[in-house]
Structures are given as C-alpha cells and as structure tokens.
C-alpha cells in the first residue's frame, strides 16, 4: 500500500460523494407513532412497535400521559421495555 493507490481511493471517495446517491443514512421514517405523550418514536410493527390495551398502557404513563382514545394503544419498542419492566413489579400481571 504506497501513498499512490491510498490516493487513488481518497479520490474515489469523493467522487462517490459528489453523486446523486450521496444520501447518507436517512431517518428512520416509519407510519405508526409511538402513543406514549412524551416519546414521538416510530412505533411499527417492523422496529419493535407493540399493540397494548388502553387500561395497561394508562398503569404506566396514566391516561394524560397516552395520545391514543382507541382501546389499543400502539408503543414503540423502547416503551414496551419500559412497560415491561414496570409491570415485572405488579404481580397481578405475571401471576
Ligand atoms: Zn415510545
């Protein structure tokens, strides 16, 4: 490897990035919004997202806390972790 073919790939890349695809990754742009209030996450099925009842989901982030009025509330994959885990406390779920 000489200073000649490192060049030649420096050169390369730039090409490359002068592109049409020069596109870096893009978001991630999902269609269902996570319902937690606070959160804004894409919520697809595909990226972890899960279907929770309304009274379930409310245990954790209470009524005010969730964007959804359906029965089903949809949550992305970082925020069924976190129901999870809270649920993990309530005995009444796991019994
Ligand atoms: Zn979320």
Redesign the pocket.
Known sequence: MGFKSRAKKKQKEASDAKGPSVKIKEEYSGEVR?D?AD?G?W?DKKIGGRKLAFDRAADIWGEDGLLGSSRRVT??K??YKEWKKAKKDDPNEWG
């Open positions: 996570c937690v959160c996450n919520a949550v992305c970082s925020c």
